[in-house]
């Protein structure tokens, strides 16, 4: 009982360290008259990723690789199987063109570059399959490749900033919000992979599987909150970007911080996950382009998100 309130409390001060440490920067970068679109690629962006990037990382110094490398990938098809699949049965999500021929492949390059980091023994004869130093700056080089491809998107013109308005507040309550935002994600992520660890240990489970499930579904809350918000508003471009968006940075920047910080052997999980990861992105660019056309239909929701189902259940039987 003590593992769940500290899995729950830990979720629950991770949340809201994060939204307060966004709010609170986003404001200082709009007092210094830096553009919302800009603040929208980079603070909010890392904001709603913030969960991922505490767990892993936490993780990764404790020792717990499996639940480091869980999280981002068990984080990825969540988001992807389960937020688009709901957000799509909600309200059917129309897809950009652009989105198509160049963001959504994007996902599916950085998800088959982690593949291809993480198969040390397939592919050079290692003994164990790990993220080393090597391959998190590797990844953290994609970040900034990223990174420059979208501001050179927003220089452009080629995407228009959508949704709310970054809030404006005096600088000591910015600064506020940053300092208890950044005390909510360092406890709350401790609290929560102890928590996590308790449970794994109590249930008999391994910790790769709490990582796919638990961890990776509560640290994806608030994508699947602002994903379904953004249906309900018919903003489709930010339900879609949101989570196009979250996989970039789950991959190249969570997982390039926490490897470079100490090597992520991948122990429970195994090429069956990665796979599952590759091919949910696939089957989101494929629902896209057919079928009906640059449109994710209701019936295309329920299927990603029976997709998710039976992975999640193949995973339990497993145990």
Do not use: H
Not at 35 to 45: P, R
Not at 98 to 115: D, N, Q, R, T
């Amino acid at each position: 009982m003590l593992n769940v309130i500290l899995l729950i409390g830990g979720l629950a001060l991770i949340l809201l360290g994060a939204n307060g440490l966004t709010d609170g920067a986003a404001a200082v970068a709009k007092r210094f008259k830096i553009s919302d679109l800009v603040i929208g690629l980079t603070i909010v962006a890392c904001g709603t990723s913030a969960p991922e990037l505490v767990i892993s990382t936490m993780s990764a110094l404790s020792g717990s690789a499996d639940m480091a490398i869980g999280n981002v990938v068990g984080s990825n098809i969540f988001n992807v199987l389960a937020i688009i699949g709901v957000t799509a049965l909600v309200l059917p999500i129309k897809v950009g063109e652009g989105m198509l021929s160049k963001e959504i492949p994007l996902v599916i390059l950085s998800s088959l570059v982690l593949a291809f980091c993480a198969n040390d023994v397939l592919l050079d004869g290692g003994s164990t399959n790990a993220i080393s130093r090597i391959d998190g700056l590797i990844l953290l080089c994609f970040f900034l490749i990223f990174l420059r491809y979208t501001f050179a998107i927003a220089r452009n013109g080629g995407e228009e900033a959508e949704g709310e308005k970054i809030k404006e507040m005096p600088m000591w309550k910015s600064v506020l919000f940053i300092l208890g935002g950044l005390a909510g994600l360092i406890y709350g992520g401790q609290l929560f992979v102890d928590g996590a660890s308790g449970v794994a240990s109590s249930l008999g489970v391994s910790e790769s599987i709490i990582g796919l499930t638990i961890v990776a579904g509560g640290t994806s809350l608030p994508e699947l909150a602002t994903s379904v918000t953004a249906a309900l508003k018919k903003n489709s471009g930010i339900a879609v970007g949101n989570v196009i968006g979250s996989n970039l940075f789950n991959i190249f920047f969570v997982l390039g911080c926490s490897s470079t910080i100490s090597p992520l052997p991948l122990g429970g999980i195994t090429n069956l996950d990665l796979m599952v990861m590759v091919g949910s992105t696939i089957l989101f660019w494929l629902v896209g382009w057919f079928f009906k056309k640059r449109t994710i239909t209701r019936v295309e929701g329920a299927l990603m998100v029976a997709c998710y189902v039976a992975y999640t259940v193949y995973l339990i039987a497993q145990q």
